[in-house]
Structures are given as C-alpha cells and as structure tokens.
C-alpha cells in the first residue's frame, strides 16, 4: 500500500496489485503507431513532451521536453490578473476556438470578459507560432504519424490540423475505448488527459487480476469507484 500523499487536499491511498511498471510519457499513446518514425505530442499545463517512437518504442535519445509551453504560458501572457493560473489554463482550454462564455465566467467577472477574450486570440496565435518554432528543429518534421494528447491536446487541434494533415491523429481508438468503457467521460477533457494511461494500463492489462471499470471524481481528481 502507497500511503501518506496527496491530491487537492485529499489524502489517497493505492495498493500495489502485481508491481510498478514504469514506462516515458507518451508510451500509452505510442502502441497505436504503425508507421515509423512516430511522434508522441503530450500537451499539459506546464509543458509540451515530444516523444519519438520508432518500432513502437520510444527513443529517449531523439525525444525532447518543452519545459514551460505548456498551457501556463498562453496565460502569462494574457494581460489580466487570474486568481488561479491553473483554473484559467483550464477555462480557456474548455472555450476553444469559439470562446464560449460559460468556462471563461469561471475565471473572470461579466465586467471584464470582453477584454479578456478580446485579446486571447492573438496571445494564441504568438504562443501557436513559438510552439511550432521550437518544434521545428526536431523528429516531428520526419515523423510518418502524429499522435497529440494530453489535458490540452484539444485546444491546440485547430493549429495541429492546419500544420500536420493528414499525419495526425488525436487519438480516436482510444478515446473510443475508455468511452466504451466509461459512457460518463463521453465529453470530458480528461478523455485526452488519461489516454496515454489508458494506453499503457492496455499493455500491462493481462498480467492485472482487475482493471478499472467505473471512475468517480475526487475534488477535480480521478479514482478508481469498483473493478470487474
């Protein structure tokens, strides 16, 4: 039993069933690869992973992480005084392109929503653009396939779609497995965020005696309710 941690004030406990197997980020997402070389994009709150995978296996040599282009930076550059930088992250991400009113009022008062969403899209499109920059001089050029995942996977679709083509995928078989199995996360964006989880509980799933088969959310956070 793992013990004495934390998520969002609550204390969380989980028992080891069989071992710990520890895998790099993207190596859930990278099992859907059949052409190669591939690339892994993770897109999180604080950074951007780029995982190469060659032969379904994912070269640490050639992968690089964007350490602070995560979703936090189109944020820093907004100029208005968020209360909590990761809830805004969050809101902005559930407005997407269409700004949609309803995430954005849960991080910014009636009196101010205009200006703020007045100057996101321009923030975006300078974040976009040094996003692209940085990736530009690595595998993702060569790549056969890309796979674009992570909490903010989403948001970035538009420009992903725009740069890549054909050549990416968001994820569709798994996104379409954990629905299967979790009708409630139907339309969550934790649906991007646990798909490289989701991918990697795929590997490891028949040495497990149980896997998750309901989720229930804790405070913002995930566990496990019952197994089948």
């Given at each position: 039993m793992l013990y004495g941690f934390g998520h969002n004030g609550k204390q969380l406990g989980c028992t080891l069933c069989e071992?710990?197997?520890i895998s790099p980020e993207g190596y859930g997402i990278s099992r859907m690869?059949?052409?190669?070389?591939?690339?892994?994009?993770?897109?999180?709150h604080?950074?951007?992973?780029?995982?190469?995978v060659t032969d379904q296996s994912i070269s640490i040599a050639d992968s690089r992480v964007l350490t602070g282009w995560g979703m936090l930076r189109l944020v820093k550059?907004?100029?208005?005084?968020?209360?909590?930088?990761?809830?805004?992250?969050?809101?902005i991400c559930a407005a997407g392109e269409a700004l949609l009113d309803k995430p954005l009022l849960k991080v910014v008062p009636p009196c101010d929503l205009e200006r703020v969403k007045a100057e996101i899209p321009e923030v975006r499109a300078l974040v976009w653009a040094q996003i692209w920059d940085e990736l530009s001089g690595t595998s993702l050029q060569l790549a056969d396939q890309v796979f674009?995942?992570?909490?903010?996977?989403a948001f970035w679709?538009?420009?992903?779609?725009?740069?890549?083509g054909r050549r990416l995928s968001m994820g569709g078989e798994l996104l379409n497995e954990m629905k299967a199995q979790f009708p409630e996360l139907e339309r969550s964006p934790l649906l991007y965020r646990l798909a490289d989880c989701?991918?990697?509980?795929?590997?490891?799933?028949?040495e497990l005696q149980s896997v998750p088969s309901q989720l229930t959310v804790v405070s913002g956070g995930i566990k496990n309710e019952r197994h089948a």
């Open positions: 071992g710990v197997h690869a059949t052409r190669f070389p591939s690339v892994v994009l993770m897109f999180g604080r950074d951007v992973t780029l995982a190469h550059r907004i100029s208005y005084t968020f209360v909590d930088e990761l809830w805004a992250a969050a809101a674009a995942a992570g909490g903010n996977a679709r538009p420009e992903l779609k725009k740069a890549l989701w991918g990697f509980l795929g590997t490891i799933a028949p």
